[in-house]
């Protein structure tokens, strides 16, 4: 087992991970002195999480590695209703099917960043559908229901944002969220011993009903620890891309676009980002820090976020690819690439079709640059070509050589050919067959 940590709590701070907490101090008092088991609830409403599930979820994990014990929650029951915190319109229901198959991906990956091995502190994933699915309808509201007043839940910012939203409201189905959560913290402390919650800032109201809850069944020593919601410098909604959400499974955002997403971070977030992703040092970030602020152009920090958090969710090996795919656009040779990868820069650089056909004729530089687009004419092109300007490969396509054919085996993987115009100019050709 691993020794208890301390300086958990200031850490945790330190990173700005802390936006509200339930009795600070006796709380630290509790995780310096004994292994303590807490949990975190995701609701299942896709097949995969996505990066604004990561503060959470490597929070459980920041937990562990200071010697206590985690518990990771699918929302097997809750899932089904839809919890209407930080949500300006209900949800779409799940049917049964779906949800299935989205807990089964959901609670792998969950199962993915903590450690189960056996013994005190080993984690364990749980799926409330389990207590919660046995409930009848009278047999909650007498057990659960009684425990609350409308008032108090009423009174929850959750709810009663919704409420003064006359277009959108809140039904009874989420309205009832919070004690369906409420009784999950009380099963979990009765029958796990757990004693904390931890969850999104948006889930205060939530967690401190759950206190509440065990408070009144005569379990006094339960607290709650909010984080805070991630939003980036420039306003915008993070873990969002022109492509849509970035996930945490490659089979919906490869592993090349998820290392994309953080080395191309506003440099106004980098460094917040390294405190609440990653696992790095006090020391190194405040280094990072130093290093940004005198030269933000050498984008070590960047470097480092994407390297840390790629590595975390998928591995250093799938990292490496994607960091050799990212270099090739640095003047890295592409023919080191797998395919997938190469495929994959078909969507950062301006990508081009040639015909099978006119590949077998013998294509000349200037004509392929003139079909992909980077240069205006043939004439341009044969300037380009002319002043030393033009690779093929990344590698240097001889000056006098604008009229010789680009040879066959010039082709990556048989099929890619990557031009490049200058230092920063390039576009991806695929030889395709010719209609």
């Known amino acids: 087992m691993a020794e208890l940590d301390p300086g958990l709590l200031e850490d945790l701070t330190w990173r700005g991970l802390v936006s509200d907490c339930t009795h600070p101090e006796e709380l630290a008092k509790r995780l310096s002195s004994e292994c303590l088991t807490l949990y975190c609830g995701f609701d299942p409403t896709a097949d995969s999480l996505h990066v604004g599930s990561l503060v959470p979820l490597l929070a459980l994990r920041r937990f562990q590695l200071a010697g206590h014990r985690p518990i990771a929650l699918a929302g097997g029951a809750t899932g089904m209703i839809g919890d209407p915190s930080g949500k ?138 909010t984080l805070p919601l991630i939003t980036n410098a420039d306003g915008t909604k993070f873990g969002k891309t022109e492509a849509g959400a970035v996930w945490l499974d490659p089979a919906r955002t490869s592993v090349y676009r998820f290392y994309q997403f953080w080395i191309r971070v506003d440099d106004r977030d980098v460094i917040r980002y390294l405190k609440y992703f990653t696992f790095i040092s006090r020391g190194e970030i405040e280094r990072l820090e130093s290093a940004h602020a005198a030269r933000p152009e050498g984008r070590e920090a960047h470097a ?63 004509e392929l640059l003139l079909m992909s687009g980077l240069s205006s004419s043939k004439g341009q092109a044969r300037k380009d070509v002319e002043g030393g300007g033009v690779y093929i490969n990344n590698r240097p396509w001889p000056r006098d050589a604008f009229q010789s054919p680009v040879a066959g085996e010039t082709l990556l993987h048989g099929e890619y050919l990557l031009l490049r115009k200058g230092k920063r100019n390039y576009a991806l050709g695929r030889v395709v067959p010719s209609r």
């Open 88 to 225: 300006s319109k209900e949800r779409n229901l799940l049917d049964s099917d779906a949800l299935d198959r989205n807990i089964r991906g959901v609670s792998a990956q969950l199962a993915r960043f903590l450690d189960f091995t056996p013994g005190p502190r080993a984690a364990l994933v749980l799926n409330n559908h389990d207590w919660l699915g046995r409930f009848g309808f009278l047999e909650f509201l007498r057990d659960v229901g009684k425990a609350f007043t409308v008032n108090a839940m009423v009174a929850k910012e959750s709810v009663r944002q919704r409420m003064e939203d006359r277009d959108a409201g809140i039904s009874y189905t989420e309205f009832s969220y919070m004690l369906l959560q409420a009784y999950d913290f009380f099963h979990l402390r009765a029958e796990h011993g757990c004693a904390l919650q931890i969850g999104g800032s948006d889930q205060w109201g939530n967690i401190t009903a759950g206190t509440e809850l065990i408070r009144k069944r005569g379990l006094d020593d339960a607290y709650g620890l």
């Open 304 to 366: 480092a976020l994407a390297r840390s958090v790629t590595d975390l969710v998928h591995g250093e090996p799938a990292r490496l690819e994607a960091e050799a795919a990212s270099g090739v656009l640095f003047g890295g040779d592409p023919a080191l690439l797998k395919p997938n990868a190469l495929a994959e820069l078909m969507g950062d650089v301006p990508a081009f079709e040639i015909p099978a056909e006119r590949w077998a004729s013998g294509l000349s530089a200037p």
